[in-house]
């Protein structure tokens, strides 16, 4: 039997996870628009043979506080995902592209239609991150006056993922028959129409392009409440979390796991992929020098700032950085879940404000490992071994920097210990996951699965495209 094997991605913010990254030495500083940046990341994680790579995002500026911290805040500007990754998929052969995009602020049509290109452009690739945005600050830029609530939020997502999906098998595998002899392009059979009406779409569809390599674009989540993990368990084929201790990791781990069965779902067909942000050193001693480096380049107003979602409405800059902050008996209202993971840590471990906005500066409360390249892969080992992780997204502290230092030790590490490929396994990023190609519905409902019906597949009229004719 093939030994399981870990999954790797690197999820990149653009200078580095590192809060103060932008102003580390080994950072490239003006990387959120920097291509070249983003190339040599993309390059160095396919030489690592990492399975992708992954962007964040928000559909506009996350911290517009108008205190002192906002200016130095490095992460206001840079690229939107799609058209990164579409770029990037032109100059790498094997690394998948998770791009992120919000099912509270964008349509699903030109969602789907968009993703679906970059499958075609990346030859198999391309995978959706779908978020309900947690961004409580971005409705100004679509005409709304509040962020909807969390419950409408993951609804709409629901149904918005499915509509994505339905566009997607618009077109059968086999549509596209290009027979210049008989002047036919595409057989008009195999083309769907989605008529589509829910709650909140309506939308008819065909999507004008074809299947994609992938048949579709991998799904990812990453939301860890209970809706959050009902729209993994229902829609998702990877999720993204924050864990930092092997405990925690294990619950989350088999209770997302263990909610795929009753919508007809093997374990296997959801990995679960914890964050950890790598300090690496040759020596203890040099890769704590590292961490102690980066914590000292923190301005305490950024610092603060990183406490605002946990805290909302708070006047954080006021205060006192040695002192424990204001532990109320329930969660602050208006928190989510990352919220009541990260009060209770510091909770438990008793931290004054400096020391919590410290410990938050390197990942925003993902693991967080400071140590050798060993010690690094034993902790990533045990995680993989004991149930509480199927990979890992690893986040890079400073960028490049950190992640060459990755792929350079911790990678063949791994290798050594046979947990981690030594050449990739497929051509798509599903091939290299180890995910099944989804057959289309209306594949399914030829072979008389009645439930996976759409509501009324239509034909087209007149969409049979003939030179003859023309
Ligand atoms: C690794 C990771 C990446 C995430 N990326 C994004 C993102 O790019 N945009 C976003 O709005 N939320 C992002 N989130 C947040 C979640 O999608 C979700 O909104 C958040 O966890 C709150 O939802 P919940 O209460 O269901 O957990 C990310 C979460 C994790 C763990």
């Not at 959120?32 to 962007?55: M, P, S, W």
Request: aromatic share 10%; proline share 6%.
């Amino acid at each position: 039997m093939t030994q399981r094997k870990l999954r790797l991605g690197a999820f990149i913010m653009a200078t580095g996870h590192h809060i103060a990254a932008w102003r580390h030495p080994g950072s490239q500083i003006d990387s959120g628009i920097n291509i070249d940046h983003y190339i040599e990341v993309a390059k160095t994680a396919e030489r690592g043979l990492f399975d992708q790579v992954f962007v964040a995002d928000s559909p506009g500026i996350r911290f517009a506080g108008e205190d002192e911290s906002f200016s130095r805040q490095g992460r206001v500007s840079h690229f939107e995902p799609v058209t990164l990754w579409a770029a990037l998929s032109a100059v790498t052969q094997h690394i998948g592209f998770v791009a992120t995009a919000s099912t509270t602020y964008e349509d699903p049509f030109m969602l789907a239609r968009k993703f679906a290109s970059l499958d075609h452009l990346s030859k198999g690739r391309a995978a959706w991150n779908v978020v309900t945005t947690s961004a409580e600050n971005v409705h100004g830029n679509f005409g709304l006056n509040a962020h909807p609530e969390p419950a409408l939020r993951y609804e709409r997502a629901h149904e918005f993922v499915d509509v994505v999906k339905g566009l997607w098998d618009s077109f059968d595998d086999d549509a596209f028959v290009r027979d210049a002899a008989s002047g036919i392009y595409f057989d008009t059979d195999k083309l769907h129409t989605l008529n589509h009406v829910g709650k909140f779409f309506k939308v008819k569809g065909p999507l004008n392009i074809e299947r994609s390599p992938q048949g579709q674009p991998v799904i990812v989540q990453a939301g860890s409440s209970e809706a959050g993990k009902e729209l993994a368990a229902a829609t998702a084929e990877a999720i993204f979390t924050a864990w930092t201790s092997l405990a925690e990791a294990q619950a989350f781990y088999s209770d997302v796991k263990g909610r795929l069965a009753k919508y007809g779902r093997r374990p296997e067909e959801l990995l679960v992929l914890p964050g950890i942000s790598p300090v690496i050193g040759r020596t203890l001693e040099e890769a704590q020098a590292k961490w102690a480096e980066l914590q000292r380049l923190i301005h305490p107003c950024v610092g603060l700032s990183t406490l605002a979602p946990f805290w909302p409405g708070e006047n954080l800059q006021a205060w006192e950085l040695d002192a424990p902050p204001p532990f109320y008996p329930e969660p602050p209202k208006g928190t989510n879940s990352r919220a009541h993971v990260v009060i209770e840590l510091a909770r438990r471990e008793r931290f004054t404000v400096r020391q919590l906005y410290e410990y938050l500066a390197g990942a925003r409360g993902h693991w967080v490992v400071v140590g050798t390249p060993q010690t690094i892969a034993d902790q990533m080992q045990e995680w993989f071994e004991r149930g509480a992780a199927d990979g890992f997204n690893v986040m890079p502290p400073v960028l490049p920097q950190s992640l060459n230092e990755f792929v350079d030790l911790v990678v063949p590490e791994l290798q050594r210990r046979g947990l981690f490929r030594t050449a990739y396994e497929g051509k798509t990023l599903r091939e290299n996951l180890g995910l099944a190609r989804p057959p289309s519905r209306y594949a399914k409902l030829a072979f008389g699965n009645a439930q996976e019906a759409p509501s009324a597949p239509v034909r087209s009229a007149g969409n049979l495209i003939s030179e003859a004719a023309s």
